[in-house]
């Protein structure tokens, strides 16, 4: 179709247009080969391995008589125009060669918006999801239950949480699940609820509720039935077990009393470490960071052609807040622009015409600041986000540039000196190491305050109570309460709801002082694993976004930081990076691809298992503080609970130096029972929440280090047997059962199990362990190895001894 200028269709026309042949678009087309039947008209636009055929590309005209041109030429143009530098972006369906015929007429055409080869793509996503709908339409499905359980949550409600996959991945695919109320109970009692549908980058993940239903009693068992004809019932189980017994009556908690910012906090950890020097220490991080300052600015002009700023070259506290810049106007007529210095006074005469009218642009005062020494020495200047600035000025009274920060001067402006608190009896590395660090993301004000609490009471119960002494005595603990202190002190003091780093990374079209609040780098993507510049998702390359990765992996301090720690104390075996809000407990892997969401090796199933068993220990001690519990579905790898975090933390010291790394997001919501919802607690709640979510989370953290305690002091063997799970006449179906989390190794062709051998899998996200099926009788030989590297009956897989698991599958014809 052609449209007319106001963007309304008009009829269909012919292709060849009735104009003089220097302007038609289209010229006779050649047939395809072979020729086409007798009475079949070949369309003039084919496909084109030059632009994949007919596509939707953008041309930008100077003006609206170049729009008229283009509608005049019965170009099909699309109802859109919108004003861009230079003139019009207007959007024309073209093909190869009405394109190039455009071009030879003078027409700018700059690029796609989409084209045949989106349409192959949309239509084949389209038919694949029809055939499955279809498939899916003329079979009942396979439900495969993943977790159904129970728990208690503030003011002692009861939740019901149930995940469960279907084999149907249509989006049609309802599941409904019913649940009794209690041991005895007649048919039918208890509720139903409908579930929803889990996807992430586009792929169906499981089926699950939003948020865990409330229920008056406390169900045994749940029915999980869905449209497409499957059902399956399952047990429903209590998560987290038992509530942690009360610590001894000597106890002490409670630590903090108030929101505190980077410098109170590192001053905080410093004095315990003056006040506890037998059992702890000071660690100096060795990479500074840029220091919660900047540069001096000041900005001139209200339309983005007029508009440009200026920005120091000395931080603002280091004489950048002492400069001044004045536009004056001269009483002359045609008067030359021109600079004057005077000490840190920048005067610009501007330029004016015959008539005694300033005819300086903004670019023209961008050069000559920039080309005058004395000027240029002290600042430089650029047009507003990178436009042409060919817009003139106007005079103005001096204005004194400012770095626009508003922390008092307790809060030094140098470069800071990050500090972790080690805590320990015996701090020579012989110990298992914990590194617990929070406040990456600056605007989180809970985290930093949940490490101190966890310092506080380590050192302050290690006199009195029996279990804190025994974690001093026997780990190696690294608390580093503030990652990101220019961060921090930025949100506390100037933009709360500050994310990142402070330091500006961004090029002169975004560095306006209007951007201020945009700059700075994500630090939880800053490092080498999964990140952004391999191609992962969940993290940006612009530097005003607020997940910006920084210029290159491991390029800002903070996290170079992260990893002199992990890499100069190798004890460090296990890691907590606490963050917030809503309630999350998490590990690796971290992130993914988008295409196909190809995530980062998962670890293998013995590790998974011990995620899972620790969880319920950490979580629990958690709960134990008020009775908030984190909910099942927010438990498990990142990508399975949440989104991808390319270039995370966790992901960095897991891959790469094998640290079990956990992720806490502080802040569980919180239920009302008024409304019978519940609701997030924010970045920084009201301290009477944000206090009661780092008494929380410090329990959790103090739960962390039990679960590393126990790992060190673990010198049981697992020990395993394999089950049999399914037969029928020509196979049987098995796999390995573990007192304990560990990775068993096997073979089925009679050879000895090494650590070389094949290993147990998982059968799929959350579904448990891989099924193995044989079709004849075979010798199965295993050993399994837990977290802790002890072997079943002590057997040695790189020696020669049989001491391995033996026993024989058989398959046989069932009576």
């Not at 129970?150 to 995940?163: A, G, K, M, P, R």
């Not at 029915?223 to 499957?230: D, K, N, P, Q, W």
Request: charged share 20%; net charge neutral.
């Amino acid at each position: 179709m052609r449209s007319s200028l106001n963007g309304r269709r008009l009829g269909r026309v012919a292709v060849v247009l009735a104009l003089p042949i220097a302007l038609s678009l289209s010229s006779f087309p050649v047939l395809a080969e072979p020729s086409p039947p007798v009475g079949e008209v070949v369309p003039d636009r084919q496909p084109s391995t030059e632009q994949n055929g007919v596509a939707l590309l953008r041309v930008i005209v100077p003006d609206e008589a170049g729009v008229d041109r283009l509608n005049s030429l019965g170009v099909d143009l699309a109802e859109y125009k919108k004003p861009v530098e230079g003139g019009f972006e207007m959007h024309a369906v073209l093909s190869p060669e009405e394109a190039q015929n455009l071009r030879d007429l003078g027409f700018n055409i700059v690029g796609k918006i989409s084209d045949q080869m989106d349409v192959a793509d949309n239509l084949a996503q389209r038919r694949g999801a029809v055939a499955a709908e279809a498939q899916a339409a003329s079979e009942v499905d396979t439900l495969t239950p993943l977790r159904a359980e129970w728990f208690t949550s503030l003011d002692n409600q009861n939740f019901l949480s149930v995940e469960v996959k279907s084999s149907a991945t249509d989006a049609e695919t309802v599941l409904t699940v019913a649940w009794d109320s209690g041991k005895k109970t007649a048919p039918g009692s208890g509720g139903t609820a409908t579930m929803s549908r889990f996807t992430d980058a586009g792929q169906y993940m499981y089926h699950r509720f939003n948020t865990p239903v409330p229920i008056d009693k406390v169900p045994t068992k749940a029915t999980i039935t869905s449209s497409r004809g499957g059902t399956v019932t399952v047990p429903v189980t209590k998560w987290l077990g038992e509530r942690r017994k009360a610590p001894s009556k000597h106890y002490v908690a409670d630590f903090v009393d108030r929101y505190m910012d980077p410098t109170e906090v590192t001053s905080r950890i410093s004095g315990l470490a003056q006040e506890f020097p037998k059992i702890s220490q000071i660690v100096n991080l060795p990479y500074k960071t840029n220091g919660y300052r900047r540069a001096a600015q000041a900005q001139f002009g209200t339309v983005a052609a007029s508009t440009f700023y200026v920005t120091s070259k000395a931080y603002g506290h280091q004489g950048g807040n002492d400069i001044s810049v004045a536009l004056v106007k001269p009483d002359a007529a045609s008067a030359a622009p021109s600079v004057s210095v005077s000490g840190k006074d920048v005067v610009v005469n501007l330029g004016t015409d015959a008539s005694g009218a300033i005819n300086s642009t903004a670019v023209q005062v961008v050069t000559a600041l920039n080309g005058d020494a004395a000027a240029s020495a002290l600042l430089t200047a650029a047009t507003y986000r990178g436009n042409a600035g060919a817009g003139l000025v106007a005079a103005a009274a001096a204005v004194k540039l400012t770095d626009n920060l508003k922390a008092p001067e307790a809060v030094s402006r140098d470069p800071f000196q990050v500090k972790a608190l080690r805590i320990g009896k015996q701090r020579d590395g012989s110990k298992v190491g914990v590194f617990l660090y929070c406040q990456e993301h600056a605007r989180e004000w809970v985290t930093p305050l949940t490490c101190v609490e966890t310092a506080e009471r380590l050192l302050r119960n290690y006199a009195g109570d029996g279990q804190t002494r025994k974690l001093v005595d026997d780990l190696d603990i690294f608390i580093m309460p503030t990652v990101n202190p220019d961060g921090g002190h930025y949100s506390v003091y100037d933009y709360n709801m500050q994310r990142k780093s402070m330091i500006n990374h961004c090029p002169a079209n975004a560095a306006d002082p209007a951007n201020r609040n945009s700059w700075g780098v994500d630090l939880n993507r800053n490092f080498s694993v999964g990140s952004v510049f391999d191609g992962y998702s969940g993290a940006s390359t612009s530097c005003t976004s607020g997940s910006f990765a920084g210029p290159a992996e491991l390029s800002e301090p903070e996290a170079r930081n992260e990893v002199w720690i992990t890499e100069h104390y190798p004890n460090i075996k296990f890691a907590m990076n606490t963050h917030s809000y809503g309630g999350y407990f998490m590990w690796a892997p971290g992130s993914y691809k988008l295409a196909g969401r190809e995530t980062l090796p998962r670890p293998d199933f013995g590790t998974e298992n011990f995620f899972w068993k620790a969880s319920s220990h950490i979580l629990n001690s958690v709960q134990s503080w008020r009775g908030n519990g984190i909910w099942p579905g927010r438990t498990g790898p990142v990508p399975d609970v949440l989104y991808s975090a390319g270039g995370n933390s966790a992901d960095e010291h897991w891959y790469n130096r094998g640290i079990i790394g956990w992720s806490f997001e502080v802040g569980a919501d919180v239920y009302n029972p008024e409304t019978k919802q519940f609701q997030g607690v924010g970045f920084q709640p009201p301290f009477t929440e944000g206090h009661e979510e780092a008494m929380e989370f410090a329990s959790g953290q103090i739960g962390i280090l039990e679960v590393a305690r126990e790992y060190a002091e673990d010198r049981k063997n697992p020990d395993s047997k394999v089950r049999v799970t399914g037969l029928t006449d020509t196979a049987t179906t098995f796999t390995f059962e573990v007192d304990e989390p560990a990775n068993v190794y096997y073979t089925l062709d009679g050879s000895r199990p090494t650590l070389n051998s094949p290993k147990l899998l998982a059968a799929g996200m959350r579904e448990g362990s891989q099924q193995i099926t044989l079709d004849k009788t075979t010798k199965v030989h295993w050993f399994a190895v837990d977290i802790a590297g002890n072997v079943e009956s002590n057997y040695k897989p790189s020696g020669k001894g049989n001491n391995y698991r033996k026993e024989k599958v058989e398959v046989r014809k069932l009576r």
